[in-house]
């Protein structure tokens, strides 16, 4: 069964994807920010991540740029779900490592269907 880490500054939107994910049959993991995230990471197994761009302490594209740096990590999948629409912030986040790009506010049907386009039904 696949996990997801979901990293996200708020708590109301982990628990939505969250919810989401584990009601398709995933496993989940969260992180409040991407210097959470990176511990979260080192101490799970995990198929792919679900990240916000906008976070305090290290936002969505450093944390990116930091786990795709570790050849471990260059073919984790990486959806980033953000408030971020420009094309500019898309580039950025492809540059950086990002697989896919969802806008909020999203339906948790569309986020499952990403998520098993990357990594497979669960």
Do not use: H
């Not at 996200?8 to 920010?33: C, F, W």
């Not at 080192?42 to 198929?47: C, F, P, R, W």
């Not at 950086?96 to 269907?113: D, H, N, R």
């Amino acid at each position: 069964m696949p996990t997801i880490l979901i990293v996200d500054d708020s708590a109301s939107l982990r628990q939505v994807v969250t919810m989401a994910l584990k009601g398709s049959g995933y496993n989940t993991v969260e992180a409040k920010d991407g210097e959470d995230a990176l511990s979260k990471l080192k101490m799970s197994s995990i198929d792919m991540i679900v990240c916000d761009v906008n976070m305090p302490v290290m936002n969505g594209l450093d944390f990116v740029r930091q786990v795709k740096s570790d050849a471990k990590y260059k073919f984790l999948p990486v959806l980033m779900l953000t408030t971020e629409t420009t094309d500019e912030k898309k580039q950025v986040g492809k540059a950086a490592g990002a697989s896919g790009w969802m806008v909020k506010p999203f339906a948790p049907t569309q986020l499952v269907k990403a998520v098993v386009k990357f990594v497979g039904a669960a």
